[in-house]
């Protein structure tokens, strides 16, 4: 067991990647706080949770990461449940479509503030609560690299939290606490509901998202969540402002996919 004796905070706890990393925290020996702001997809994911280890060693706080006040609180509260936490997983995020020409500030602003901001105040509000030598790690993407058309606001989210990232790890380097960026490509999650919400706009968009992974394929939430425990776990003591990316060789080898083969 890899996570014995700790606790940790998921944001976005709720569904994909956060879920299969609380899972995976579970079944490795921590206590497991996870927010969210549906509470029927948090009472699913503790119900879940719950059934791997029979414990009840997992809590679920409905919060929204952009409210401030309500993270401090959220964050407060399962430490005051589990004592300290010992691992923050900034993971919650969302899409968001932001062509020039056909974007609404709304949008833009929600983005940045989700993924953003709501990432910062996170590890702001857990800070009291770490213990030295804990470790914290965001939710990058390959989006910060790829430059695809119609992404500026989540693009620029998630290259910002790589910038911060490289401050938080200098500034919590004193307290021996590591900051990473695990950066997911392409994962198979409830993310992409929304711009293929049918089985045939589905299978289509992993056609075409597929082609250009160099592993031809989409990740997996557990793929993300096995790199999220590494950094997390002592075997990642010494990796501090790094960027992980998970993505089947999409940022490291942009020609190597299936669509630009003889
Ligand atoms: P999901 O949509 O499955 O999960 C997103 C999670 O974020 C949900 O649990 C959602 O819960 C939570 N969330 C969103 N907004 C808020 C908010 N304001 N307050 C609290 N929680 C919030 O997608 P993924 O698991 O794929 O996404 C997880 C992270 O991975 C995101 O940061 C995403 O940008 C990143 N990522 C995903 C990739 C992919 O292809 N799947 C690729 C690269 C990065 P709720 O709706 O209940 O609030």
Not at 201 to 219: E, N, V
Request: charge should be neutral; charged fraction near 20%; proline fraction near 5%.
């Amino acid at each position: 067991m890899r996570l014995k004796n700790k606790t940790a905070l998921i944001t976005g706890g709720n569904s994909g990647i956060g879920l299969a990393t609380a899972k995976l925290f579970v079944a490795e020996g921590a206590k497991v706080a996870i927010t969210g702001r549906n509470r029927a997809t948090l009472d699913a994911a503790l119900a879940e949770l719950g059934r791997i280890d029979g414990e009840g060693r997992a809590i679920a706080l409905q919060v929204d990461a952009t409210d401030v006040a309500a993270t401090e609180q959220a964050v407060a509260e399962a430490a005051r449940l589990f004592g300290k936490l010992d691992i923050v997983f900034a993971n919650a995020g969302i899409p968001g479509s932001t062509p020039v020409g056909a974007s609404k500030l709304e949008i833009f602003e929600q983005v940045l503030r989700t993924n953003i901001t709501g990432a910062f105040f996170t590890v702001q509000a857990a800070a009291p609560h770490l213990n030295d030598g804990g470790a914290i790690i965001l939710t990058g993407s390959v989006m910060s690299e790829m430059g695809s058309p119609g992404s500026s606001a989540y693009a620029a989210s998630k290259a910002g939290l790589r910038g911060m990232s490289r401050v938080l790890a200098a500034e919590f380097a004193p307290r021996g606490i590591r900051i990473n960026v695990v950066s997911p490509g392409a994962t198979r999650t409830p993310i992409w509901d929304s711009s293929a919400p049918t089985p045939d706009a589905k299978a289509q968009l992993d056609r075409r998202l597929s082609s250009i992974i160099p592993l031809g394929r989409l990740g997996e939430a557990e793929e993300i969540a096995k790199t999220v425990l590494f950094l997390a776990s002592d075997e990642a003591a010494y990796i501090n402002g790094a960027e992980l990316f998970v993505d089947g060789g999409t940022n490291g080898a942009p020609f190597g996919g299936p669509v630009f083969r003889g």
